[in-house]
T-cell receptor, first 112, second 110 residues
Framework: GGIITQTPKFLIGQEGQKLTLKCQQNFNHDTMYWYRQDSGKGLRLIYYSITENDLQKGDLSEGYDASREKKSSFSLTVTSAQKNEMAVFLC???????????FGPGTRLTVL | GQQVQQSPTSLVLQEGENAELQCNFSTSLNSMQWFYQRPGGSLISVFYNPSGTKQSGRLTSTTVIKERRSSLHISSSQITDSGTYLCAMEPSSGSWQLIFGSGTQLTVMP
């Protein structure tokens, strides 16, 4: 088995601030994902990475940067926080395309 | 258009009743998962089921690829089954992502 860790659990920032969310997995999975879950809505993909140093944009990538410097970690940066992107950010990993995805506990973002 | 249609949106049951949740997909799929989520909680994978039928305890998932649909059956529901159930599929073409349904909010009453 393995685990996905996300830090911080709660993130509070000011409007316009640059904020970074971190994700670590010890499954030794190649592929990692960042999703955003808005209240009452399903999840939408922000970025994914199929291997170390690879980045692929999802449907919701505008306003975000990502970094995959190690196989086990995947960071997401909110480049300029806005009130309308208060949501829960979920990190996931899988061995490959079409395989089961495992999710972390999430980071809840609040923008003041 | 919406690629994943999940129904019903909400469901209220008496303890002991059965539940049937449905997902329909508008495109062909590589994989399919069912997740469970409590309010404020993380996503827990209930089934990874790209095709066929899988059972785990009181839960059964059936995915029929040709008909582009998947179902989750909960038998003899319990109060602790309450929460949101989400289906998600990875399309066979395009980006490597799960596309999620909007969820079914299940409430089991005593």
């Amino acid at each position: 088995g393995g685990i996905i860790t996300q830090t911080p659990k709660f993130l509070i920032g000011q409007e316009g601030q640059k904020l970074t969310l971190k994700c670590q997995q010890n499954f030794n999975h190649d592929t990692m994902y960042w999703y955003r879950q808005d209240s009452g809505k399903g999840l939408r993909l922000i970025y994914y990475s199929i291997t170390e140093n690879d980045l692929q944009k999802g449907d919701l990538s505008e306003g975000y940067d990502a970094s995959r410097e190690k196989k086990s970690s995947f960071s997401l940066t909110v480049t300029s926080a806005q009130k309308n992107e208060m949501a829960v950010f979920l990190c996931a990993s899988s061995t490959d395309r079409g395989r089961e995805q495992y999710f972390g506990p999430g980071t809840r973002l609040t923008v003041l | 258009g919406q690629q994943v249609q999940q129904s019903p949106t909400s469901l209220v049951l008496q303890e002991g009743e059965n539940a049937e949740l449905q997902c329909n997909f508008s495109t062909s799929l590589n994989s399919m998962q069912w997740f469970y989520q409590r309010p404020g909680g993380s996503l827990i994978s209930v089934f990874y089921n790209p095709s066929g039928t899988k059972q785990s305890g009181r839960l059964t998932s059936t995915t029929v690829i040709k008909e582009r649909r998947s179902s989750l059956h909960i038998s003899s529901s319990q109060i602790t089954d309450s929460g949101t159930y989400l289906c998600a599929m990875e399309p066979s073409s395009g980006s490597w992502q799960l596309i999620f349904g909007s969820g079914t909010q299940l409430t089991v009453m005593p």
